[in-house]
């Protein structure tokens, strides 16, 4: 039998007082969440702001992963640029060097677009990337890209290229859409983005998450993304981030974790959280999982 997925922690990225990436503190965080027992890191996604990674910053922090020992295996690229050529040479590129799979999202800047569009894009991605293509985790995260994939979509996608469109992150938040999805193309690699559905989720055949919860909190959403066990604690502290621009909470809440306020930072368009809202999460995740101990 195939392994599950399981959890892969999506990472957010660190920049120092200039704004460049701080790679050693980024590693460092991979490996404390891989340690904590996530399955692999995933660079580049929402939470680690890829779309402000450039390519030559993307292949520079991918081979200082590697060369720090990181394996390839433990690591999933993130993708999402609109250009088709430039998708497919990032993705390329870091299958090249044995990542695991891409994460690789729609072109969000046109809006409104069809699903034939939509397909033909992802044809041509696939085209231009060639015989190297393999293990692509198709991205629907609708309330950032505003181009939401279809469950028919991901069917066409799937019997188009059997061999390269191996899963679905799930980043919907919708509920019923999810619970579709998991009946129409379960024995596809679904990954469940929102922690607020992920148990569930997993009970009915998910194989795991791309959690940006997991910089913090690793073993308990572990629990419920290779388990399928609830945890009303996750569920509440969710809404406590979905009060903030969500990449910023989690650096807000990362940056405690460490005691290093260089996490706060992120890139523009994005600006971090104010002190007060620091706080009020502070508080929050204090009193959901810390009052036991207290």
């Given amino acids: 039998m195939t392994e599950k997925f399981g959890l892969s ?10 704004g460049e990436i701080a790679i050693d503190a980024m590693i460092r965080q991979a490996k404390r969440s ?15 702001e890829g779309c402000s990674i450039a390519t030559t910053e993307r292949e520079r922090v991918l081979a200082a992963f ?3 020992g990181v394996a390839a295996k433990d690591i999933v690229v993130g993708v999402l640029v609109d ?7 990032q993705a390329r590129h870091a299958l090249s060097r044995g990542v695991r799979n891409i994460l690789l999202a729609p072109p969000s800047y046109f809006k409104n677009v069809s699903e034939e569009g939509l397909f033909k894009w992802y044809s041509a991605v696939f085209s231009i990337m ?6 692509v985790i198709v991205y629907n995260i609708p309330s950032v890209t505003m181009v939401p994939l279809t469950v028919s979509l991901i069917g066409r996608l799937r019997t188009a290229f059997p061999r ?24 596809l690699v679904i990954l469940v983005g929102d922690e607020r559905h992920l148990a569930k989720g997993v009970r009915l055949g998910g194989q795991g998450a791309i959690s ?4 913090f909190v690793p073993g308990e959403v572990k629990l419920m993304a290779e388990d399928g066990s609830d945890d009303p604690r996750i569920e ?18 990362v940056a405690r974790l460490t005691s290093d306020e260089m996490w706060l930072a992120v890139r523009p368009p994005l600006v971090s959280i104010s002190g007060d809202g620091q706080r009020q999460l502070a508080l929050a995740f204090d009193s959901l999982f810390r009052s036991k101990a207290a």
């Fill in 66 to 68: 590697l060369d720090t």
């Fill in 9 to 18: 922690v999506a990472l957010a990225t660190p920049f120092d007082s200039n």
């Fill in 212 to 215: 940006g919860m997991a910089n």
């Fill in 34 to 48: 891989l340690a904590a027992g996530c399955s692999s890191v995933t660079l580049f996604g929402t939470t680690g």
């Fill in 236 to 253: 509440q502290f969710v809404a406590e981030l979905l009060k903030y621009p969500v990449t910023a909470a989690v650096k807000a809440m």
């Fill in 83 to 89: 250009a088709a050529e430039d998708a497919a040479m």
């Fill in 164 to 187: 390269i469109v191996t899963g679905v992150k799930d980043s919907s938040g919708d509920w019923p859409f999810t619970e579709t999805l998991l009946k129409a193309h379960g024995d």
């Fill in 130 to 135: 060639g015989d190297n293509a393999r293990d």
